[in-house]
């Protein structure tokens, strides 16, 4: 098992009602597949269309993979104006 630091940023904040949580994980897995327990531990987090993903404040594309002690952050879509 492993355990995963979660943060959580702007709307994502809102939704699950805390800034940060931590996940454990059997092994390293996908981001897609993160995103999938993401959704199961947080239903509330489908409310928003998406969110991207940043893995040791790098941005993550799905097919990166999470590693036991990474820090994982949600971060919502910024608009501006």
Do not use: R
């Amino acid at each position: 098992m492993m355990t995963v630091k979660v943060l959580f940023f702007g709307i994502t904040t809102d939704l699950v009602n805390s800034n940060q949580d931590e996940i454990t994980i059997e092994k390293p897995i996908s981001v897609a597949n993160f995103k999938i327990i993401l959704k199961e531990k947080y239903p509330s987090l489908t409310n928003i269309a998406s969110y991207a993903i940043a893995v040791n404040e790098s941005y993550a594309e799905d097919t990166s993979i999470i590693k036991k002690n990474d820090v994982v952050a949600l971060i919502p879509p910024v608009s501006g104006g």
